[in-house]
């Protein structure tokens, strides 16, 4: 018989294949604002990790006392999906008020370094970045209480099927989306993984986990 904590380690394996598109994708538009691809990946990547950190940390504080992690994991991740699906409708009326209004005012046209310009990338990032962070406590809370009987082997489970799913998805969206797709559409395909995940969690989160014991 099949366990109710299976699927749940599907769609995490599909939460990270999506989730390293955007770090991949995010990397190719700040570059078209900072005007350097090493600038860019430096940033996506601090903010990126930094946000993953900061939003696991903020998460872990508060998911034992979650009546409901999964359905948590639901909401979490139909926002990720939704901020994907606006993200290039953003960011372009993002730069261009950047570029008309705060770069003009903030920025001296002989130094190569703008904080300003910095700072406003990194804004556009974080907060997709901290929600991507929380997935996986919530997921693991999720599926503690579901299976409390090898929780160390879940956790690992999780773990490595989500790192696997990032690793896949680096390589997709560098060698056949983006290409394909171009950033806006892989921008799309990703978020409306995430909206599929974040449907599939809510049905699955109809029947809720037993909460942990104190």
Known sequence: MRNRADPLFVLFFVSGFSGLIYESVWSHYVKLFLGHAAYAQTLVLVVFIGGLALGSWLCARFAPGIANPLRAYAVVEGVIGLMALGFHAVFTGTVEWGYETLLPATCDQASAFCASQWGLSALLLAPQSVLLGATFPLMSSAVIRLREAEPGHDIATLYF?????????VLASA?????????????????????????????????PPAPLAA
Do not use: D, K
């Open 175 to 207: 060698f056949m989306m983006i290409p394909a797709l171009g950033l806006p559409g892989t921008l799309t395909a990703a978020g409306l993984a995430n909206c599929a995940i974040a449907a599939l969690a809510w049905l699955l989160s109809r029947a």
């Open 161 to 169: 099927l989500n790192s696997l799913g990032a690793v896949l998805g």
